[in-house]
């Protein structure tokens, strides 16, 4: 079992800054992937962003290119979303998802975060 654990989150106001992190902690996993997504209210999850440790991959979504920045540490299993002129469009929970080989059960899984709020108001 792997546990993600998101921290960060706050009220800001438009074009602020505020800075996420996500730890990933639990006996036996390979990260392979970490990233963020987020859920507005009356909104599906969407992605936002993500990095792949062993290619050293980015990718963002084209609504936060430019403004967001994913970084971490894989040996800490602990990744970061630096997000930087915020609007209030921004405004939704968090998600932390790993995606982690897990040697206990011998296959990849998923694991996500709790979420944490981040609100901007106008």
């Known amino acids: 079992q792997v546990r993600l654990v998101e921290s960060g989150g706050g009220a800001v106001q438009a074009g602020g800054s505020l800075r996420l992190s996500c730890a990933a902690s639990?006996?036996?996993?390979?990260?392979?992937?970490m990233g963020w997504f987020r859920q507005a209210p009356g909104k599906a999850r969407e992605f936002v962003a993500s990095?792949?440790?062993?290619?050293?991959?980015?990718y963002y979504s084209d609504s936060v290119k430019g403004r967001f920045t994913i970084s971490g540490d894989n040996a800490k299993s602990t990744v970061y979303l630096q997000m930087n002129s915020l609007k209030p469009e921004d405004t939704a929970v968090y998600y932390c998802?790993?995606?982690?080989?897990?040697?206990?059960?011998?296959?990849?899984?998923?694991?996500w975060g709790k979420g944490t709020l981040v609100t901007v108001s106008s």
């Open positions: 998802k790993a995606h982690v080989w897990d040697y206990g059960l011998g296959y990849a899984m998923d694991y």
């Open positions: 639990g006996r036996s996993f390979s990260s392979e992937t």
């Open positions: 990095i792949r440790w062993n290619y050293g991959h980015i």
